[in-house]
């Protein structure tokens, strides 16, 4: 029996909101629209006129489903192939949710994504829920059915496991075009140098190919060995450009909040390298090559053109 149109108008209007928790929680954001589905799917089922609250219930629902689906994706973190990283989100796209306060647009970062892999599955939903989503703790307890005092000490298990000493670089469309120029102007420069100015002494390059996509399965550590592999990289080749059809072209965009180079050929997206930019240098390179993980990001840069690339290579 379908929805009433009223019902239907209500879960429609938590959709967003649930949409940015589910990407949060598993980052992926295929993998939170089937969340947000299955979540859907539960409120057509159920006995609506007992359900007092409809945004708690169907928050305290896709938790559920996200917590199920974490657990399981610990068991295939562990044969997946070389490094995983997060699926990029481009900046508008709504599945990054608010973005009012530092913790809001920090929690969707790659880095931040990244790290919370470490955490356990209650630790970070509570973190999510408590520092991007302004969950009180009781709410959040009632939500995983814990009792506050017990969801106060996770919440500080988290907050102790993503400490960072960092501060992260703000960036707009115009700042991240400006930080990938100077970015890929070293990187086709020919030296390791001028790259190595741009990095920290400590930076750590990731790169995610899901056995689909040639990757390095470890990450460089260290800005003269990641420059040297940047070198490498950008230098051109036969194989490159058979790869990917011709020449690349390069372009600015900021991916989950920060500036990213989005390399792209015969209108999709091939790969993105996003930029952990502190006031130091660029602490990180997450970059993203499995086209499995590049699909939406495709479709929304693609229906935003036309783009003006930084440069072509290969």
Same mark, same amino acid.
């Given at each position: 029996?379908?929805?009433?149109?009223?019902?239907?108008?209500?879960?429609?209007?938590?959709?967003?909101?649930?949409?940015?928790?589910?990407?949060?929680?598993?980052?992926?954001?295929?993998?939170?629209?089937?969340? %947000? =589905?299955?979540?859907?799917?539960?409120?057509?089922?159920?006995?609506?006129?007992?359900?007092?609250?409809?945004?708690?219930?169907?928050?305290?629902?896709?938790?559920?489903? @996200?917590?199920?689906?974490?657990?399981?994706?610990? *068991?295939?973190?562990?044969?997946?192939?070389?490094?995983?990283?997060?699926?990029? %989100?481009?900046?508008?796209?709504?599945?990054?949710?608010?973005?009012?306060?530092?913790?809001?647009?920090?929690?969707?970062?790659?880095?931040?994504?990244?790290?919370?892999?470490?955490?356990?599955?209650? +630790?970070?939903? %509570?973190?999510?829920?408590? +520092?991007?989503? /302004?969950?009180?703790?009781?709410?959040?307890?009632?939500? &995983?059915?814990?009792?506050?005092?017990? @969801?106060?000490?996770?919440?500080?298990?988290?907050? =102790?496991?993503?400490?960072?000493?960092?501060?992260?670089?703000?960036?707009? #469309?115009?700042?991240?075009?400006?930080? *990938?120029?100077?970015?890929?102007? #070293?990187?086709?420069?020919?030296?390791?140098?001028?790259?190595?100015?741009?990095?920290?002494?400590?930076?750590?390059?990731?790169?995610?190919?899901?056995?689909?996509?040639?990757?390095?399965?470890?990450?460089?550590?260290?800005?003269?060995?990641?420059?040297?592999?940047?070198? /490498? &990289?950008?230098?051109?080749?036969?194989?490159?450009?058979?790869?990917?059809?011709?020449?690349?072209?390069?372009?600015?965009?900021?991916?989950?909040?920060?500036?990213?180079?989005? &390399?792209?050929?015969?209108?999709?997206?091939? /790969? *993105?390298? @996003?930029?952990?930019?502190?006031?130091?240098?660029?602490? #990180?390179?997450?970059?993203?090559?499995?086209?499995?993980?590049?699909?939406?990001?495709?479709? =929304?840069?693609?229906?935003?053109?036309?783009?003006?690339? *930084?440069?072509?290579?290969?």
């Amino acid at each position: 029996m379908p929805l009433p149109t009223y019902e239907t108008d209500l879960f429609e209007s938590s959709r967003g909101r649930l949409e940015a928790i589910a990407y949060r929680l598993l980052g992926s954001a295929g993998d939170a629209e089937d969340a %947000v =589905q299955d979540t859907f799917l539960r409120w057509h089922a159920a006995d609506r006129e007992r359900i007092e609250t409809p945004e708690a219930w169907l928050t305290k629902v896709l938790t559920n489903i @996200c917590l199920n689906q974490l657990t399981s994706a610990r *068991v295939r973190r562990e044969t997946y192939v070389g490094q995983w990283l997060p699926e990029p %989100v481009l900046a508008g796209d709504r599945m990054l949710g608010p973005a009012d306060t530092a913790e809001q647009r920090e929690s969707v970062s790659f880095a931040m994504l990244t790290l919370m892999e470490r955490l356990s599955p209650n +630790e970070r939903v %509570v973190y999510v829920l408590r +520092e991007a989503f /302004g969950y009180g703790h009781r709410e959040v307890a009632e939500i &995983l059915d814990l009792t506050e005092s017990n @969801c106060q000490q996770i919440y500080r298990r988290a907050k =102790q496991h993503l400490t960072t000493d960092r501060a992260r670089t703000e960036v707009d #469309a115009a700042a991240a075009r400006k930080v *990938v120029e100077g970015f890929l102007a #070293a990187a086709l420069s020919g030296d390791t140098e001028p790259l190595i100015r741009l990095l920290t002494d400590d930076a750590v390059s990731v790169a995610d190919g899901g056995a689909k996509v040639q990757a390095r399965r470890t990450p460089v550590v260290g800005a003269l060995g990641i420059a040297r592999y940047l070198r /490498g &990289l950008f230098r051109p080749n036969a194989a490159k450009r058979a790869h990917a059809g011709g020449s690349v072209a390069v372009h600015a965009a900021v991916v989950n909040g920060t500036a990213a180079l989005l &390399l792209a050929a015969g209108g999709r997206v091939l /790969g *993105v390298i @996003c930029l952990a930019e502190t006031p130091d240098g660029v602490e #990180a390179l997450h970059i993203q090559v499995n086209p499995d993980k590049l699909e939406r990001i495709t479709r =929304q840069w693609t229906a935003e053109g036309p783009h003006h690339p *930084v440069a072509e290579i290969w």
